[in-house]
C-alpha cells in the first residue's frame, strides 16, 4: 500500500479544509480502502464567527458525498463542543443525536453530517480518517480478530470491540479513551478526559489523552480509524496501518489469491467478463423476472461473468463461507446480509420474511420489512450477479460484493471468515436512522427498475427517446450503427452499443450485452431508420429499394422476433413502441420505398399488437411528421421537399394545422409515454406527433 500524496497536487489546495479534501479524495482513490460513500473524515479547525469570538469547528463528512469527488462544501461544519458533550451524555437516541447534529452545525444548508461525527469529535487529535479497508476488515473478520489485531498493530491502535455505529459506537469510544488515562478511576478518567479533550482543542493544537504513540483505532469487524495532526500525517498512518495488515495477510499466504493466475491486467469493476450465451441470457432475464417479482418492483440485475467471480461462485465450500454476511455492516444495506446462492428466489425470499420476523420482534420499536429479494446471487454458470432499484445501485453492489469475495477468501486462509451475528446486522440493516431515510423517500422515478432498448440512438428521435427513458428512471441500451454512440451517454444507466441492426448475429451480441449490463427488457423502441433522396418509382433503383427494406422492415423484424423472450419476462409486462411515419396515412410523391417500408412495419406492429397481447406485451405505433432535428435531415434536402410542396424551408417546417415546429423530444415523450402506466390499456395503437395534418385529419 502506497501513499499517493503528490506536494504538487497538494499545492492546488488551500488551508486546511482544502488539505482534508485533498487527502480525503486520495482515500476515495483507493477502492480497497472506501467504497461507494463509505468511510469518512474530518479535521478539526478554529474559526472566529460573526461576533468576534473564536468557536472550535468540527468539520466532518456530510452523508451523500463520496470521498472521492467530495468538495469543502461536503464537509458539514458542527459547534465541536456540543459534539463532545453529546458523547459523554449517557444515553442519546440516534435520531436524537441526527437532530442535535443538526441543530449544532454552522452552515444552513449543509448536508447531515455523517453518523459518525461524535467519534471524529472525541477524538483528540485535529486530523481524524475513517476507512473500511479490505485488509483491515479481513483480518478482524475472523474468530480471534482481536488477537490478530495486537499481532499487527501492538500498541500503536486502540482496538474496539464491534458496537453499533451511531451513539453508542462513539459513547463506547468515549469510554475507552477515558479508561486509558492512566492513573485514574473510571469517573475520574471520563471527566479528565473529556475536559483534556476540550482543552486541547481550546488551544488548537489537538488532544492530549492519548499517548502520542497511538496513530489509529480499529474497530472490530468494521474498519479502522487513523489520526495526526496534519491531513498528511493522519492519511498517511492510514497507508502505513492498512499496509502492515497486508503484510500480515502476505506472510501467511492470505493475501495473493490465485498465483496461477499471475498478477495480469487489473479488471475493472464494470467488466462484465465473458459473454453470455443466448441460453444463458435468457436465463438471467428468467432470474431478474423472479427477483422483480420477490421485490414487487421491476429491480435491475447486473453479472459478473469475470474469472475471479466465477472461481469464487464454484467453490464447493461456498455455502459455509457465503453464508456469513457482509465484510463490515454497512454493506449489509446495498448487498442484504446474505446472498442467493443458485436461482431459488422463492425460498431466499421466505427465509429473508423468518429472518425479519424474528428479530423485528426482538426490537424496541416497530420496523417496516424491506422488499425480500436478494441483491447478490452466486450461480456456478452465470457468476456474479447484483441487483438495484437503479442501474447504479445495482453496480455498486457488484462492486462491493467484488471486494467482499476477496475478503472472505482472504480471511478463510488465515482461519475462517466470521463475521457479526444475525441479530447485530439486523439491528444495523434495520437501524431507525435507515429506516426514516425509507419513510422520507418519496416515489421512485416512474421507469426505475425498468430496462429499455433503442435504435438508432445516436441522434434525433432516438438520442431523444434515450434521454426521456433516462430520465424516468429507466436503464437504457442504446444501439447505433455510428460509432460515437459508445461514448454518447457517460452514465451507469446508460450502455452505448455499436450495433448494424440489419445483421442478426449482431443483434444477439448487443442483446447479450445489454442482458449481462442490466438483466432484461421491459421496453423496445424501434427507431433506426433510413430515408433515402427522393426518387419517381419509375427511377427507383430495387437494390435501393431492399437497402431500404433491410434497415426500415427487416431490421424491426429482427429485434422483435429477439426480443419478443425478454419482453415476456418484463415484470410489468413488455412494451413496444414503433416510429412510424405520416407517410403511412399520407404518402408524399418520390418517397415510394420509405412509404412502403414504413407501411410494412406498421402491419408488423399491428399483427405483433394481436399476438402479444397474450404475453401482456403492448405495441403502439407513433407517427411523426416533418422532425428536421434528426440525422435524416440536411439542408439541402429540407429545401428539395419544400419545393416539392412548393413552399419555403421556414412555411414547410411549420406546415400543419397547428402551426408549430415538431421536434424530435417531442415525438420522443410520446413514445415514450405510451410504454408508462398511463397508458396500461393501450395496445395497437397509432398516435400521429405531426401537429395535425390536413390529408389525415
Ligand atoms: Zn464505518
Same mark, same amino acid.
Given at each position: 500500500m502506497r501513499s499517493l500524496w503528490d506536494d504538487a497536487e497538494a499545492s492546488q489546495y488551500r488551508g486546511e479544509l482544502g488539505l482534508r479534501v485533498y487527502t480525503s479524495r486520495l482515500l476515495g482513490r483507493d477502492r480497497s480502502l472506501v467504497l461507494h460513500g463509505g468511510g469518512n473524515t474530518s479535521v478539526k479547525l478554529a474559526r472566529r464567527n460573526l461576533f468576534g469570538d473564536e468557536e472550535e469547528v468540527l468539520y466532518v463528512k456530510g452523508s451523500g458525498w463520496d470521498l472521492e469527488t467530495i468538495e469543502e462544501s461536503g464537509f458539514t461544519p458542527v459547534r465541536l463542543d456540543a459534539a463532545r458533550r453529546l458523547a459523554e451524555l449517557p444515553a442519546l437516541s440516534d435520531p436524537e443525536m441526527v437532530e442535535q447534529l443538526a441543530i449544532h452545525a454552522l452552515r444552513a444548508g449543509a448536508p447531515p453530517p455523517s453518523v459518525e461525527a461524535l467519534l471524529h469529535a472525541i477524538l483528540p487529535r485535529r486530523f481524524v480518517d475513517h476507512t473500511h479497508a479490505d485488509a483491515v476488515v479481513t483480518v478482524t473478520d475472523t474468530a480471534d480478530g482481536a488477537e490478530r489485531m495486537r499481532e499487527v498493530y501492538g500498541d500503536a491502535v486502540i482496538v474496539i470491540p464491534y458496537v453499533m455505529p451511531g451513539f453508542l459506537l462513539a459513547r463506547a469510544v468515549f469510554e475507552r479513551i477515558a479508561a486509558g488515562t492512566a492513573g485514574m478511576d473510571g469517573a475520574a478518567a471520563a471527566t479528565a478526559a473529556a475536559g483534556a479533550g476540550r482543552a486541547a482543542a481550546a488551544d488548537g493544537a489537538g488532544g492530549t489523552a492519548l499517548p502520542e504513540s497511538v496513530l489509529g483505532m480499529v474497530l472490530l469487524k468494521h474498519g479502522i480509524f487513523s489520526f495526526g495532526d496534519t491531513a498528511r500525517e493522519s492519511y498517511e498512518r492510514m497507508i502505513h496501518l492498512v499496509g502492515l495488515a497486508e503484510d500480515y495477510l502476505r506472510a501467511r499466504h492470505a493475501w495473493v489469491l490465485d498465483p496461477a493466475a499471475g498478477p495480469g491486467p487489473a479488471r475493472a469493476a464494470?467488466?462484465?467478463?465473458?459473454?453470455?450465451?443466448?441460453?444463458?441470457?435468457? *436465463?438471467?432475464?428468467?432470474?431478474?423476472?423472479?427477483?422483480?417479482?420477490?421485490?414487487?418492483?421491476?429491480?435491475?440485475? %447486473?453479472?459478473?461473468?469475470?474469472?475471479?467471480?466465477?472461481?469464487?461462485?464454484?467453490?464447493?465450500?461456498?455455502?459455509?463461507?457465503?453464508?456469513?454476511?457482509?465484510?463490515?455492516?454497512?454493506?449489509?444495506?446495498? %448487498?442484504?446480509?446474505?446472498?442467493?446462492?443458485?436461482?431459488?428466489?422463492?425460498?431466499?425470499?421466505? +427465509?429473508?420474511?423468518?429472518?425479519?420476523?424474528?428479530?423485528?420482534? +426482538?426490537?424496541?420499536?416497530? !420496523?417496516?420489512?424491506?422488499?425480500? *429479494?436478494?441483491?447478490?446471487?452466486?450461480?456456478?454458470?452465470?457468476?456474479? &450477479?447484483?441487483?438495484?432499484?437503479?442501474?447504479?445501485?445495482?453496480?455498486?453492489?457488484?462492486?462491493?460484493?467484488?471486494? %467482499?469475495?476477496?475478503?472472505?477468501?482472504? *480471511?478463510?486462509?488465515?482461519?475462517?471468515?466470521?463475521?457479526?451475528?444475525? +441479530?447485530?446486522?439486523?439491528?444495523?440493516?434495520?437501524?431507525? &436512522?435507515?429506516?426514516?431515510?425509507?419513510?422520507? *423517500?418519496?416515489?421512485?422515478?416512474?421507469?426505475?427498475?425498468?430496462?429499455?432498448?433503442? %435504435?438508432?440512438?445516436?441522434?434525433?428521435?432516438? !438520442?431523444?427517446?434515450?434521454?426521456? &427513458? &433516462?430520465?424516468?428512471?429507466?436503464?437504457? +441500451?442504446?444501439?447505433?450503427?455510428?460509432?460515437?454512440?459508445?461514448?454518447?451517454?457517460?452514465?451507469?444507466?446508460?450502455?452505448?452499443?455499436?450495433c448494424d441492426v440489419t445483421a442478426e448475429e449482431q443483434v444477439t451480441g448487443a442483446l447479450a450485452v445489454a442482458i449481462a449490463a442490466f438483466g432484461g427488457l421491459d421496453v423496445l423502441i424501434l427507431n433506426a431508420g433510413i430515408f433515402p433522396a427522393g426518387r419517381d418509382i419509375a427511377a427507383l433503383d430495387l437494390e435501393e429499394w431492399r437497402r431500404v427494406m433491410a434497415v426500415n422492415l427487416d431490421a424491426n423484424l429482427i429485434l422483435m422476433r429477439q426480443c419478443h423472450p425478454l419482453l415476456r419476462l418484463a415484470p410489468r409486462g413488455g412494451r413496444v413502441a414503433v416510429i412510424g411515419s405520416k407517410n403511412v396515412p399520407a404518402p408524399g410523391p418520390g418517397v415510394a420505398a420509405y412509404s412502403a417500408s414504413k407501411a410494412a412495419l406498421q402491419q408488423l406492429a399491428r399483427v405483433a399488437a394481436l399476438e402479444w397481447g397474450r404475453d401482456g406485451i403492448r405495441v403502439n405505433v407513433v407517427h411523426p411528421n416533418a422532425v428536421f432535428d434528426t440525422a435524416l435531415w440536411t439542408e439541402e434536402r429540407l429545401a428539395a421537399r419544400a419545393a416539392a410542396y412548393h413552399l419555403d424551408v421556414e412555411a414547410y417546417r411549420k406546415s400543419n394545422v397547428l402551426g408549430l415546429e415538431v421536434r424530435s423530444r417531442d415525438v420522443a415523450e410520446v413514445a415514450v409515454e405510451l410504454c408508462g402506466a398511463r397508458f396500461s390499456r393501450t395496445t395497437g395503437a397509432q398516435i400521429p406527433v405531426d401537429g395535425g395534418n390536413d390529408r389525415i385529419i
Open positions: 464494470s467488466d462484465p467478463g465473458a459473454p453470455l450465451s443466448p441460453e444463458q441470457a435468457a *436465463a438471467v432475464a428468467s432470474l431478474r423476472h423472479e427477483l422483480s417479482v420477490a421485490a414487487d418492483r421491476p429491480l435491475v440485475l %447486473t453479472s459478473r461473468r469475470d474469472p475471479r467471480a466465477l472461481r469464487f461462485a464454484r467453490r464447493p465450500d461456498l455455502d459455509p463461507l457465503a453464508l456469513q454476511g457482509p465484510a463490515t455492516p454497512d454493506h449489509v444495506l446495498r %448487498t442484504r446480509r446474505l446472498p442467493l446462492l443458485g436461482r431459488d428466489v422463492a425460498a431466499y425470499a421466505a +427465509a429473508y420474511r423468518r429472518y425479519f420476523e424474528e428479530h423485528a420482534a +426482538a426490537a424496541p420499536e416497530p !420496523k417496516t420489512m424491506l422488499d425480500p *429479494a436478494p441483491r447478490i446471487v452466486l450461480d456456478p454458470e452465470l457468476g456474479l &450477479l447484483a441487483a438495484g432499484r437503479t442501474a447504479a445501485e445495482a453496480a455498486i453492489a457488484a462492486e462491493i460484493y467484488q471486494h %467482499t469475495m476477496d475478503v472472505v477468501e482472504r *480471511a478463510d486462509r488465515l482461519g475462517g471468515y466470521r463475521v457479526l451475528s444475525a +441479530a447485530e446486522l439486523f439491528e444495523f440493516e434495520y437501524w431507525d &436512522l435507515e429506516q426514516a431515510k425509507l419513510r422520507r *423517500a418519496g416515489e421512485p422515478p416512474p421507469m426505475a427498475g425498468e430496462v429499455a432498448l433503442v %435504435t438508432g440512438a445516436a441522434s434525433g428521435i432516438g !438520442k431523444a427517446c434515450v434521454e426521456a &427513458l &433516462l430520465a424516468r428512471g429507466a436503464a437504457v +441500451a442504446a444501439l447505433d450503427v455510428d460509432p460515437r454512440i459508445e461514448g454518447l451517454f457517460p452514465r451507469p444507466a446508460a450502455l452505448g452499443l455499436r
